[in-house]
Structure formats: structure tokens, C-alpha cells
């Protein structure tokens, strides 16, 4: 049996949906579903089981799990940036994984947990997924802080050679219309777009980049569930790796690949960056991937301009969700 935490969620259906393509079913979701509509990304999966994550959490500690379990992808965590309760993310995102890994090391599960380029902060310690540099990370906000707590846990408990921290980019793609104001931009502008032909993207306030030209590593969910099912395919694989395409692309690319698939020229507004947030904005992220690469991944990575294309007429156009 697989488990998936944040099973409902957009990365963990997504990773469900290609664990069904690849015949798995046995598949025990976990998930807080809360009163969003990410129930509808559960609809095409196959699995065998579904518990609500406090209940999960519960069994764990109980030992009602049923056994053998092969392996835990824990996805499940609070995700947006902006949440302002520091007590709930250091126990929904810390406290939680450290009590899942701890089980799962004790029971010889392997586990595959969620950590994400936020850890970064500002990336002027740069963007590789070097372990022994953890420390130095200085994350913006309390969400990317919570996960660079637990990667640090990791690594002061020696384990990063039992388990596998994954540092996801800026994911996006399909099962992801419940997340609201944690939405990609692709599908922001594809919304834009539609209702008012054109898209509002932020004033550069640096002198060093042009209006629309800050940069972002895009990677598209199909992309990064794959590089996520390697760790399972390839158990002896362990640390903590980023998830990305480890090219930069703009703000302008970005829309400009929206309004080619949707058939239409594109019309761009720029507008003044609140200064609320400001201080905190990534002119520039891009993954070093050359560890899981180094790792024996091999698979393709899809470009940017037809992620979108993909995304926007096989799924956005369709109010498609992913599934086998």
C-alpha cells in the first residue's frame, strides 16, 4: 500500500491520478477536505481508502495502519505563503511530518516528504539543493519556514539517509482550481483573459529588470509528479532535491504562452506592486537540478510553452481534472 497525504490536494491527486496510470490502486488518501472544493480532484481517482488527517494522525499513533506499507509521499501542509498563524503552520507542517517521519523511519516505510523552494528566501544563498548549506537558507515568510524547520530537523536527526525532501518550484497544471489566491498565474490569466482579454502583471521596482521580466522556475505538475514517482522507483535515492526545470522563464513568457494557446494576441497591463509586499517579492528563482539529475533522472522535461498549451486546452478549456 502507498500512502498519500494531501491526497485531495493539487500536487498529491496529481501524483495519485499517475500512480493509476501506472495500475496502482492500492492507495490510502489522506486529507483535511475541509469546505473548498478539492473534493472534485478526488472524483476520477482510484484508491482504497480515504481519512481525514487528524483521524490519519490518530491511527498512526494507535498502530491501526493497516500493514505492509511500502511507501508515505506526505504532501499534505498548509501552502500559502501568506498565512499569518505561525503556532497552526509549526503544527500542521512541523510537528505533524516530524510525528509521520518518526513512524515511518521506525516502521521501514520509505518516506517521501514535501519541502519547497521557499526555504530559499531571497535565493541570495542561491538555489542549490545542497544539504550541507541548509542552515544558511533565510526563508521570507512563515510558510517557507515551516518547511525549512522540518528539513533541518532532518538533518539534526541524521536522517537524511532514510528519506527523501522534496523542494518543489513554482508548480501548475490541473487540480489546482480549488487552491483561490494560491492559483498559478496560468490559470489567473487564463480567467483574466477570458473575462476581460487582457492580463495585470506587477511593475518591475528594480532597475536591473524590465516591467514583466522577473523570473520564475515554472514546472508543470505532470513534470513534477514524475520527478516525485523516481524516489519510488529508485528506493536507494535519498536526501533532499529540488523539483524544478532549472531554466528561468518571465512573467511575460508566461502569459504570452497563455494567450497563444487560447488563439488570441496578447495584451499585457503593468501595475505597481503593493507595497506590502514588496520587500518580500523573488525577482529570480531557478532550481539547480544537477543532483537528481546526477540522481539517474533521465525523463524529458516539458517546455514551458507547451505545458501551458497543454494545460489550457486539454484541461482549463475543458474544466478537465486529472485522472486515468
Given at each position: 500500500?502507498?500512502?498519500v497525504t494531501?491526497?485531495?490536494?493539487?500536487?498529491?491527486?496529481?501524483?495519485?491520478?499517475q500512480?493509476n496510470?501506472?495500475?496502482?490502486?492500492?492507495?490510502?488518501?489522506?486529507?483535511?477536505?475541509?469546505c473548498?472544493?478539492?473534493?472534485k480532484n478526488?472524483?476520477?481517482?482510484r484508491?482504497?481508502?480515504?481519512?481525514?488527517?487528524?483521524?490519519?494522525?490518530e491511527?498512526?499513533k494507535l498502530?491501526?495502519?493497516?500493514?505492509?506499507?511500502e511507501?508515505?509521499?506526505?504532501m499534505?501542509?498548509?501552502?500559502?505563503?501568506t498565512?499569518?498563524?505561525?503556532?497552526?503552520?509549526?503544527?500542521?507542517n512541523?510537528?505533524y511530518?516530524k510525528?509521520?517521519c518518526?513512524?515511518?523511519?521506525n516502521?521501514?516505510?520509505?518516506f517521501v516528504y514535501a519541502?519547497?523552494?521557499?526555504?530559499?528566501g531571497d535565493?541570495?544563498?542561491?538555489?542549490?539543493d545542497?544539504?550541507?548549506?541548509?542552515d544558511?537558507?533565510i526563508?521570507?515568510?512563515?510558510?517557507?519556514?515551516?518547511?525549512?524547520?522540518?528539513?533541518?530537523w532532518?538533518?539534526r536527526q541524521?536522517?537524511?539517509?532514510?528519506?527523501?525532501?522534496?523542494?518543489?518550484f513554482n508548480?501548475?497544471g490541473p487540480?489546482?482550481y480549488?487552491k483561490?489566491?494560491?492559483?498559478?498565474?496560468?490559470?489567473?490569466s487564463?480567467?483574466?483573459i477570458?473575462?476581460?482579454?487582457?492580463?495585470?502583471?506587477f511593475?518591475?521596482?528594480?532597475?536591473?529588470y524590465?516591467?514583466?521580466?522577473?523570473?520564475?522556475?515554472?514546472?508543470?505538475?505532470?513534470?513534477?509528479v514524475a520527478?516525485?514517482?523516481y524516489?519510488?522507483?529508485n528506493?536507494?535515492?535519498?536526501?533532499?532535491?529540488?523539483?524544478?526545470?532549472?531554466?528561468a522563464?518571465?512573467w511575460?513568457?508566461?502569459v504570452?504562452?497563455?494567450?497563444?494557446?487560447?488563439?488570441?494576441?496578447?495584451?499585457?497591463?503593468?501595475?505597481?506592486?503593493?507595497?506590502?509586499i514588496?520587500?518580500?517579492?523573488?525577482?529570480f528563482?531557478?532550481?539547480d537540478?544537477?543532483?537528481?539529475?546526477?540522481?539517474?533522472?533521465k525523463?524529458?522535461?516539458t517546455?514551458?510553452?507547451?505545458?501551458?498549451d497543454?494545460?489550457v486546452?486539454?484541461?482549463?478549456a475543458?474544466?478537465?481534472?486529472?485522472?486515468?
Open positions: 500500500m502507498i500512502i494531501g491526497g485531495a490536494g493539487f500536487i498529491g491527486s496529481g501524483l495519485v491520478a500512480l496510470r501506472r495500475g496502482r490502486e492500492d492507495i490510502l488518501i489522506v486529507d483535511c477536505l475541509g473548498d472544493e478539492k473534493w478526488l472524483r476520477k481517482l484508491y482504497i481508502d480515504y481519512l481525514e488527517k487528524d483521524v490519519f494522525l491511527e498512526v498502530g491501526m495502519i493497516p500493514m505492509p506499507v511507501a508515505i509521499f506526505h499534505g501542509a498548509c501552502s500559502s505563503t498565512e499569518k498563524d505561525a503556532s497552526f503552520l509549526a503544527v500542521n512541523y510537528e511530518t510525528t509521520l518518526q513512524w515511518a523511519v516502521q521501514g516505510i520509505q519541502s519547497s523552494a521557499a526555504t530559499y535565493g541570495e544563498q542561491g538555489f542549490a545542497n544539504e550541507s548549506r541548509l544558511e537558507l526563508p521570507l515568510n512563515m510558510y517557507g519556514y515551516s518547511k525549512q524547520m522540518f528539513d533541518q532532518v538533518k541524521g536522517l537524511l539517509d532514510e528519506v527523501v525532501g522534496m523542494k518543489f508548480v501548475f487540480n489546482e480549488h483561490a489566491d494560491m492559483q498559478s498565474f496560468i490559470l489567473k487564463f480567467e483574466q477570458k473575462a476581460y482579454g487582457k492580463v495585470r502583471l511593475k518591475s521596482h528594480r532597475p536591473d524590465r516591467d514583466g521580466e522577473q523570473v520564475r522556475d515554472f514546472i508543470y505538475i505532470k513534470d513534477a520527478m516525485a514517482l524516489f519510488l522507483e528506493k536507494e535515492v535519498k536526501g533532499i532535491f529540488n523539483i524544478g526545470t532549472g531554466k522563464r518571465s511575460n513568457d508566461l504570452k504562452a497563455t494567450f497563444a494557446a487560447m488563439g488570441k494576441k496578447p495584451v499585457i497591463e503593468y501595475i505597481d506592486m503593493p507595497e506590502s514588496r520587500e518580500q517579492y523573488q525577482y528563482t531557478q532550481a537540478i544537477s543532483k537528481i539529475l546526477g540522481a539517474g533522472y525523463e524529458p522535461i517546455s514551458l510553452e507547451d505545458a501551458v497543454d494545460y486546452k486539454n484541461y482549463l475543458k474544466n478537465e481534472y486529472l485522472g486515468s
